[in-house]
């Protein structure tokens, strides 16, 4: 068997196999282009990466300024959310602690207004004025601190425990927690001192 497996001699080249691989000898190897430059290829390219950077910097910049601009607000948002904890009304919680978190909501609302306006346009406001500025600020046009929830939120600072409209709390809390997100400057009212 090993003897079947013994190769036979090749036959010579014949004259046309000799010419070709000759030719083929003489040939040079391919030459691969070159891969892309990842650079643009022209100033266009270049002008329009460099505006998009731009853009890209400027709304990081904003978004910034933005964020914290507003770290006003969610430091209130975070106290009015301890506020609620505090007046949620538990078994055997003694009424003290939670009248202190009620009263402390009214100072909450001023001293955001203070933070975010200016001093002279906001520390003179009481009663009327001071409810009007504050629906101002938030752009209702129903007046929720005028004719609405927020129109006893003075109460919570000074009348007596008993007195206290304690059903009307919950509605009052909404309305802080969505003046605190939305407010905005108000102009100053017309007729009111510079």
């Not at 003897?3 to 083929?24: F, G, N, Y």
């Not at 607000?73 to 975070?78: G, T």
């Not at 909450?108 to 003179?124: D, F, K, M, N």
Request: charged letters at 20%.
């Amino acid at each position: 068997m090993a003897d079947s497996m013994i190769l036979a001699p090749q036959p010579a080249a014949s004259a046309p196999d000799a010419a070709a691989r000759a030719v083929m000898e003489q040939l040079h190897p391919l030459l691969l282009p070159s891969p892309p430059a990842w650079t643009p290829q022209t100033a266009g390219w270049a002008v329009l990466a460099a505006l998009a950077l731009l853009l890209l910097a400027w709304g990081v910049r904003s978004g910034w300024r933005r964020w914290r601009a507003n770290a006003h607000r969610r430091l209130a948002l975070a106290e009015l959310q301890a506020l609620r904890a505090a007046l949620r009304p538990t078994q055997g919680t003694p009424g003290a602690p939670r009248l202190e978190a009620a009263r402390r909501l009214p100072e909450l609302v001023r001293r955001l207004a203070l933070a975010h306006a200016p001093r002279e346009q906001i520390a003179a406001l009481q009663g009327a004025a001071w409810s009007d500025w504050l629906d101002r600020s938030l752009g209702d046009a129903s007046r929720p601190f005028t004719q609405g929830a927020g129109r006893r939120l003075a109460d919570w600072a000074y009348q007596p425990e008993p007195a206290l409209p304690w059903p009307e709390l919950e509605p009052l809390l909404d309305l802080v927690e969505r003046w605190i997100r939305q407010h905005r400057v108000p102009a100053p009212a017309a007729g009111a001192a510079p």
